[in-house]
């Protein structure tokens, strides 16, 4: 919402200063967004004649002024403009000045051997986005010496507020200074307006044509016939305020319902009498009538769209946009003036679904004081008759304006409950007042009713706010919030402390985290168990950020290679965050996963002296996914990992990670090459995935005891096993088997080596095993460590086939 | 007597001569073995007088301990200079570089990183972390909130949709973290303090805009939190987040529709040479919005606004970060770049607390 200092004065009687006005908008919450003050920024610049110009000693384009301006003697200007000439008014910047359109600060200079104290100017260097073509040229009487701002009538501040959509009542500057006027700066004026008669009855009759379910859609339209009028240009002081605001003068007719429409927030649409044909009906649109509107495009309508229309079907469509066919132009003579009431939500439907962006549906969708239809039908028609002339008719009124304003029953205490801050009764009573609620009864609790114009005020924390934003929030002193307890228990969740610890374990294992959009293109999501049509965005920003992600590896995967083209192969990348099943919060899970790439294992990238360069394996991306675990501290003892993973992974080279058979709580291993070619990715890539929700909750306890910790006196001892075995026995099935065995003795087993070839027949490998041993209540014998070797090598064989390596 | 002398002489000059322990002990058993010669002349006491033994034993256990002695000290001699040549064959270049530990190499994300040190400021004031899901329902997203269906409210949100169901119902991606304050509310029973950090998206992207970003809520319900309460936590906050003794603070009236009063708030800084500074300077950056809770909100949620009121507030967490740490884009925060993880990320180590300070 913009508006000019001397436009708002017509409205406001202050002394106060520009600053004062801007920043008590800004205090009262019209935000000021900027104040453009030209006769400000051009303050140096002034209107001054070339009393002399000669051709320059040293070049043929420039010429040598002496220039009065107004201010001692003339000084002397090197100029390049072809248009300087002795006798010319032009505009003069001494140095000094800072020229906006070439964003230097002039200075004295000397141009080829000649010095030159100043600048004339071409509009573009003011910044006035006229042409460069030369120099400005005023008319001969201007007044050599006066600021040229002022001369050329730039001296009017243009002010743009940011306005919150609930503060309809200012999209009127009528409203903005009524607002500043509660505030203390200033009288408001203009608040009653006088009536219009009328010579006969307007001619054009109006059918509100709704069902009794749809009246809401259209409460009130008034309408007025003007004859005789002559639309030429409006008056330049009407044409200078719009174009101010950024508006562009058409006819008066036209400039005349903009100017009444920021004036007083107001919108009113004039059709050219003569166009029209017989009576006006308000109606919803027939599906498929369409309409050449004031923006020269053809719209397509629906019954869900209100319209005006006579006898030659649609002229306008409700609140938004006026026909071209029945508009305004210096032909017409008879013009029907229209003042109506739309409904605000219908409104900001209709225009959304037209793409139609006007200042009159961005009114009637917050909400136009309905008590001022009739008041601005008049304040139109005698806008029209003053600057076109004619004659008015009765105005033809139908429907009636809906109740609306609001009696609140507000005790006082109210603001110092919610706000915290104590203000005076009677200071409260003004703000309302001035503001325009009527404060009736006395004592602790009154009445307060809202002024037509205040939609937005429904109840008592609306006044509450009314009164803060007035008397200021700067009055209310910050008071501590009590402490609700004087040491705090425990405020993370299970789920929170996990996703916590997991990002540290994470990027404790040199993992560096990577925050990746929640969406993935849609391929990724069907390669990676999602797509479904329940997570698809309807309107995704980019085609590529289409379906809800189903797993965190993709955009992992993804960010990998973008590092790897820009130069980074080795990386290791994981991220904490959701992913997503269903649409249903239950099918929202916190996943953490990593990818490491090339030779970024939990060791370290790239080639060492140490040793040879190691490319990532699924042993790397299982080491992750255990050191998650054991950091979270799960307890692992039931943790099974079974061959395979999902589809995305190589199935040969990847593994899952459960509790139970229908527990599967993660995955690790190499991506699949057919994943690699899908996503376009190049290189060695691992990865793992762990559902943090899969993850079993620690049991409650009653005490934070630990167990009791139970130590043998007696030596562990360790004996080793060679077992050959099929190829594609788990060497997990022996460790198990060995563990089994002999459970009161057996402290751990280790795998140590894996062998295949030379010695171990075709087929099979060779899985050595080291068995701790650790007595509990007396050294072992030789004879019974033969016993529980000979049960381990039994077990080992029972369950797996396998013997003991000769 | 000579020829005592003279083996001792010829047995010293044996023992230091010998260039080795084995050298060393063919000597020590030549002279005091079983049939050494020093052990033999021992032998030859018994057979002696007693005065003759009285004149030569003394010279003959002399000599032995003697010769013990210089085998003794040549041992050491010889152990001490193998251990020197052993000691100057074993060099390793120190200056050989080993890995860099992954405890040092690894990143924690800004994010993660403003959302523990956000979570330990609040925590302080009794606030619990809430949370919900990113694919919300209209109702909880907006309605709730008192977005009236079309309003012009909601143009201001730029939602991202799902397809529609069989209802025709489109649920979103939460435009803000707002709708965790429907579902706390009609979850717990006040007293209520609660932070809700989380993913929030928006239909926008340029510059200073991303589709998606993170956000966090503050929510108190009770029966007095007012805003003078709401100023002093925001205060505390920004105070304690910015890691600066004071901060000044303007509240401007604004419009949410979820609260009422509403107000936007603005902190001092300074901007010098890019930088930016809080509690110091004359500009004003806009950070948070908040108010009191509306009491549609409130009745929406069950509760009776005539008997429990309070205030909520929110804050961009990755605008935060950017301010606090100096990010100049908020693009790169989501393009996984490891230059930009390693460079502006924080150790693994690194855990913000009240206790130790936020940052290290």
């Given amino acids: 919402m913009k508006f000019t200092l001397s436009w708002l004065k017509d409205h406001l009687d202050t002394e106060a200063s520009l600053d004062t006005i801007a920043e008590t908008l800004t205090r009262i919450g019209l935000e000021v967004e900027g104040v453009e003050d030209k006769a400000a920024a051009l303050k140096p610049y002034v209107v001054a004649k070339i009393l002399t110009a000669e051709q320059h000693p040293n070049a043929d384009r420039l010429r040598v002024c002496t220039v009065e301006t107004g201010a001692g003697a003339p000084v002397q200007v090197v100029c390049g403009a072809p248009n300087a000439r002795a006798g010319l008014i032009s505009v003069f910047a001494p140095p000094g000045t800072y020229v906006p359109g070439k964003n230097i600060t002039l200075s004295v200079g000397t141009i080829r051997g000649v010095e030159s104290r100043g600048m004339l100017c071409s509009g573009a260097e003011l910044g006035l986005g006229e042409d460069h073509d030369g120099i400005l040229e005023l008319p001969a009487d201007a007044p050599v010496g006066q600021a040229y701002a002022l001369y050329a009538g730039l001296d009017d501040p243009v002010v743009e507020i940011n306005l919150t959509p609930n503060r309809s009542d200012c999209t009127s500057i009528h409203g903005i200074a009524r607002d500043l006027a509660a505030a203390g700066i200033g009288t408001l004026k203009g608040e009653t307006l006088p009536g219009v008669g009328g010579e006969a009855p307007c001619p054009i009759g109006i059918e509100l044509a709704f069902e009794p379910a749809d009246r809401h859609l259209c409460p009130l339209f008034a309408l007025r016939l003007v004859r005789g009028v002559k639309n030429g240009p409006s008056p330049a002081w009407m044409q200078a305020r719009l174009r101010a605001i950024g508006l562009r003068p058409i006819n008066a007719l036209v400039d005349i319902t903009n100017y009444i429409t920021f004036d007083r927030g107001r919108p009113l649409h004039v059709f050219d009498a003569a166009k029209v044909s017989g009576g006006l009906t308000v109606r919803r649109a027939r599906d498929g009538e369409s309409l050449v509107a004031l923006d020269g495009r053809t719209h397509t309508l629906t019954s869900d769209t209100v319209v005006i229309a006579d006898r030659n079907g649609v002229e306008s469509i409700a609140g938004i946009m006026g026909g071209q066919a029945s508009g305004c132009d210096e032909t017409t003579t008879d013009v029907l003036i229209e003042s109506a009431l739309w409904d605000p939500t219908n409104i900001a439907q209709s225009g959304r679904r037209l793409g139609i962006i006007t200042d009159a549906r961005y009114r009637f969708e917050r909400g136009v004081d309905p008590a001022f239809t009739l008041p601005g039908l008049d304040l139109a028609t005698r806008l029209v008759v003053d600057l076109c002339g004619g004659t008015p008719s009765e105005a033809q009124v139908a429907g009636k304006p809906p109740e609306s304003e609001r009696i609140i029953d507000f005790p006082w205490t109210e603001v110092h409950r919610l706000a915290g801050l104590d203000v005076p009764q009677t200071e409260m009573t003004i703000i309302l007042e001035t503001l325009g609620f009527h404060v009736s009864g006395t004592g602790d609790r009154v009445k307060v009713r809202t002024p037509s114009w205040r939609p937005d005020v429904e109840g008592k924390a609306d006044l509450v706010e009314e009164v803060v934003r007035i008397a200021g929030l700067d009055r209310i002193e910050a008071k501590p919030l009590p402490r609700l307890a004087n040491v705090g228990g425990a405020l993370l969740t299970v789920m929170q402390k996990r996703t916590r610890t997991a990002k540290r374990a994470l990027a404790s294992r040199g993992l560096m985290e990577a925050v990746t959009w929640s969406f993935v293109p849609h391929d990724d999501a069907v390669l990676f168990g999602g797509g479904g049509a329940d997570l698809a965005l309807a309107n995704p920003i980019a085609s590529d950020l289409s379906d809800m992600r189903p797993s965190l590896v993709p955009g992992l995967l993804r960010a990998a290679q973008r590092n790897a083209d820009r130069g980074y192969p080795d990386v290791a990348l994981f991220e904490v965050g959701q992913c997503f099943a269903t649409d249903r919060p239950e099918g929202q899970t916190i996943r953490a996963a990593a990818v490491r790439r090339g030779s970024a294992t939990p060791a370290g990238a790239g080639r060492h002296w140490d040793g040879a360069t190691e490319t990532v394996d699924a042993f790397d991306a299982k080491a992750d996914a255990l050191a998650l675990l054991g950091s979270l501290g799960v307890p692992t003892g039931g943790l099974q990992v079974t061959a395979g993973g999902p589809s995305w992974l190589h199935p040969g080279r990847s593994g899952t990670l459960r509790f139970g058979p229908k527990t599967e709580i993660g995955w690790f291993g190499e991506v699949h090459p057919r994943t690699l070619q899908a996503l376009d990715l190049k290189g060695s890539l691992v990865a793992v995935e762990i559902v943090l929700d899969a993850l079993p909750l620690p049991k409650h306890k009653p005490t934070k005891a630990k167990p009791a910790l139970a130590m043998s006196e007696f030596q562990p001892l360790s004996r080793d096993f060679a077992f050959v075995v099929g190829r594609d026995v788990p060497a997990g099935d022996i460790v198990k088997a060995a563990q089994n065995a002999e459970r009161k003795l057996v402290a751990g087993v280790d795998v140590f080596d894996l062998y295949e070839g030379v010695g171990v027949p075709e087929g099979a490998k060779s899985v050595a095993i080291a068995v701790r041993l650790q007595p509990v209540d007396r050294t072992l014998t030789d004879a019974e460590i033969e016993a529980v070797s000979a049960k381990i090598v039994a077990e080992v064989s029972r369950r797996t086939g396998a013997t003991l390596r000769a | ?360």
């Fill in chain 2, 1 to 360: 007597m000579t020829d005592l002398d003279s083996l001792e002489r010829d047995l010293l000059a044996q023992v230091s001569a010998a260039s080795d322990e084995a050298a060393l002990d063919a000597v020590r058993v030549a002279a005091l073995g079983k049939k050494g010669s020093v052990s033999d002349l021992l032998k030859t006491l018994g057979s002696m007088t007693p005065d003759e033994r009285k004149e030569r034993g003394p010279l003959i256990n002399g000599l032995r301990d003697r010769v013990q002695g210089a085998v003794t000290a040549r041992k050491t001699e010889l152990a001490e200079a193998a251990l020197e040549a052993r000691l100057a064959s074993e060099r390793v270049d120190v200056t050989l570089p080993v890995r860099e530990a992954p405890e040092v190499r690894g990143r924690i994300h800004p994010i993660s990183q403003v959302i523990d040190e956000i979570t330990a400021i609040f925590a302080d004031m009794g606030f619990a972390v809430a949370e919900g899901p990113d694919i919300e329902t209209d109702e909880l997203n907006f309605t709730a909130l008192n977005f009236p269906p079309g309003h012009p409210a909601r143009e201001m949100h730029d939602t991202f949709f799902l397809a529609p169901d069989q209802d025709g119902k489109r649920k979103v991606l939460r435009t803000h973290t707002s709708p965790v304050q429907v579902r706390t509310m009609r979850a717990q029973t006040p007293p209520i303090r609660v932070i809700i950090p989380g993913r929030t998206y928006r239909h926008d992207s340029d510059q200073t805009h991303t589709p998606m970003f993170h956000q966090v809520e503050g929510l108190v319900i009770d029966t007095s939190a007012n805003i003078a309460n709401l100023k002093w936590v925001l205060e505390e906050f920004c105070k304690a987040f910015f890691e600066v003794e004071n901060v000044k603070m303007r509240f401007r009236p604004s419009f949410f529709p979820f609260t009422e009063p509403s107000a936007e708030v603005d902190i001092q800084c300074s901007r010098k040479g890019g930088e930016i500074r809080f509690g110091e300077g004359e500009d004003w950056l806009e950070i948070l919005g908040c108010g009191m809770v509306h009491p549609n909100v409130l009745r929406n949620c069950g509760l009776d606004p005539d008997a429990v009121q309070g205030f909520a507030f929110g804050v961009g967490i990755d605008r935060i970060a950017m301010l606090k740490y100096g990010m100049p884009d908020l693009r790169p925060f989501f393009e996984a770049d490891v230059r930009w993880l390693d460079h502006y990320g924080f150790r693994p180590l690194d855990v913000p607390s009240l206790v130790g300070g936020l940052t290290g």
